[in-house]
């Protein structure tokens, strides 16, 4: 089994910057491909970000690209997420993943974390 814990959320203003981190615990991730979500109140999860096992690869949604940037420490089993240039859209609770593939879909995505908050004030 695989235990993820993120880190790093907070109460940042707008066009403001916040990494945010997600240790892996139990087996190694190397073998995973992990991706970043997030869920704002009343709204569905969406897909933010996702990095390939080697960091060789990465894939975002339109929405944060170019703000966003997801990177991994496999030495440390750690991903992160630099957010820059933060927007009160970007509120939520987000999320990382381990999962089978490279995807935005939430379905790929075997095991959660519990999930940190961002909030992003005007």
């Known amino acids: 089994q695989v235990q993820l814990v993120e880190s790093g959320g907070g109460l940042v203003q707008a066009g403001g910057s916040l990494r945010l981190s997600c240790a892996s615990s139990g087996r190694t991730f190397r073998s995973y491909p992990m991706g970043w979500f997030r869920q704002a109140p009343g709204k569905e999860r969406e897909f933010v970000a996702a990095?390939?096992?080697?960091?060789?690869?990465?894939y975002y949604a339109d929405s944060v690209k170019g703000r966003f940037t997801i990177s991994r420490d496999n030495a440390k089993d750690t991903v992160f997420l630099q957010m820059n240039f933060l927007r009160p859209e970007d509120t939520a609770v987000y999320y990382c993943?381990?999962?089978?593939?490279?995807?935005?879909?939430?379905?790929?995505?075997?095991?959660w974390g519990q999930g940190t908050q961002v909030t992003v004030s005007s």
């Open positions: 990095i390939s096992w080697s960091g060789g690869s990465t």
């Open positions: 993943a381990a999962g089978r593939s490279l995807s935005g879909n939430d379905h790929e995505y075997w095991y």
